[in-house]
């Protein structure tokens, strides 16, 4: 890949890439879902610290932080900052990450993404496409599984989790 995916972190921080109704009902249902599953804690904009990698092998331009719409921690690991304090870039790297696709980004800029995130050591990936009402669930680069509105629910095998399709898309 000659071309860098640009992902500026302050273009991300405005919201100009994100923020349509449609993409904000996907990331807050999902977010609803997951969260009541007791395994898991969910985090919406979490800056993920990945300044251990060079990022320009997977052709993104970022440099030291990527943030993904939804990630997903285990909830045994306690990682909680001092009452008071917080932590502004995590150097954990969540179990899955959810990117939901905006109106100005491209499937491709999430792929690109994902490969970054897999040589992270997350273990699962998930796109979600709110114009067609998709889910596609990565286990690793190029090995996925799609889901639709015909399908009762998205199924991850990787994270053991199952959720119903209609409930993520749902007004």
């Known amino acids: 890949m000659s071309e860098q995916l640009e992902i500026d972190e ?3 921080n405005e919201g100009i890439e994100m923020g349509s109704l449609s993409h904000g009902i996907a ?3 999902m977010t609803t879902l997951l969260a009541n599953d007791n395994r898991f804690r969910v985090i ?3 800056s993920l610290d990945v300044s251990q990698i060079d990022l320009s092998q997977f052709g993104l331009k970022a440099k030291e932080e990527l943030i993904p719409d939804v990630c997903l921690y285990s909830k045994k690991d306690k990682q ?8 502004p870039k995590m150097s954990k790297m969540p179990l899955l990450v959810i990117e939901v ?6 499937i491709d800029d999430i792929v ?12 699962s990936c998930w796109l979600v496409i709110p114009a067609n009402e998709s889910v596609t669930v990565y286990s690793k680069p190029g090995d996925f599984v799609s889901f639709g509105t015909k399908e009762a629910e998205v199924v991850d095998e990787t994270m053991d989790i199952h959720l119903p399709i209609q409930k993520i898309f749902e007004w």
Do not use: M, V
């Open 10 to 12: 302050g273009y991300q």
């Open 101 to 106: 696709l905006s109106l100005k980004q491209t």
């Open 112 to 123: 690109t993404k994902f490969k970054a995130y897999f040589a992270l050591d997350i273990k």
């Open 27 to 29: 990331q807050a249902n």
């Open 80 to 87: 909680r900052p001092t009452r008071g304090d917080d932590i």
């Open 44 to 46: 919406t904009e979490l």
